[in-house]
């Protein structure tokens, strides 16, 4: 879907209440009701379980939603991907998403090694159980080196754009390599 909802701003801060919980499904609920097909979360968000009790309730076949959600700084180890991946899937009660993006780069931490945090992203969509696998907030010089060194190219770079700020530096990047900029 070209148009999706953003969960970061539904709660009032990012922590896995019940309260919380609750006001997510609410919103996305009726989000769901409005005619949005597609639900962007994350995993630092703390709105994951709100997203998956709203899909419950919503009673609208699986195939018919596009779920998407972004790995936590916290979990860039190529082993903490998986787990972490799987705690998605329970969160959302989903055996499969469609989007799963690494949400930020972390070029200081873990030796630097991001690239082999992308390449345990790509081993997801290799198992079947994630169908498409991109970044957020990654500039050119990244999205060259994750792609040279692996030669798996992400199909999304989600990054800030709108009219106060066209972010023209990461959109030419991404494009340049054929990745699509999702806003």
């Known amino acids: 879907p070209q148009l999706g909802f953003g969960t970061l701003a539904?709660?009032?801060?990012r922590n896995t209440t019940p309260a919380n919980t609750q006001r997510t499904a609410e919103i996305v609920g009726h989000a769901l009701e409005l005619g949005y097909r597609h639900i962007?979360?994350?995993q630092s968000y703390g709105t994951e379980q709100g997203v998956g009790r709203a899909i419950a309730a919503?009673?609208?076949?699986?195939d018919e939603l596009y779920l998407t959600?972004?790995?936590s700084s916290?979990?860039?180890?190529?082993?903490?991907?998986?787990?972490?991946?799987?705690e998605?899937?329970?969160?959302?009660?989903?055996?499969r998403l469609d989007l799963f993006l690494i949400h930020w780069l972390l070029p200081t931490r873990y030796d630097?090694?991001?690239?082999?945090t992308w390449k345990a992203m790509a081993d997801l969509v290799a198992e079947g159980r994630l169908r498409t696998a991109g970044v957020s907030?990654?500039?050119p010089a990244h999205l060259d080196r994750i792609i040279g060194e692996t030669g798996i190219t992400p199909a999304i770079n989600q990054v800030e754009v709108h009219p106060y700020f066209v972010n023209d530096v990461a959109c030419a990047g991404s494009r340049r390599h054929g990745i699509a900029v999702e806003a």
């Open 40 to 42: 962007d979360t994350a």
């Open 137 to 139: 907030n990654f500039e």
């Open 112 to 116: 630097g090694d991001y690239v082999s």
């Open 88 to 95: 998605t899937l329970k969160n959302l009660g989903v055996d």
């Open 74 to 86: 916290a979990n860039h180890r190529p082993d903490d991907v998986r787990w972490s991946f799987d």
């Open 58 to 62: 919503s009673g609208l076949p699986r």
């Open 10 to 13: 539904v709660q009032p801060d």
């Open 69 to 71: 959600s972004k790995l």
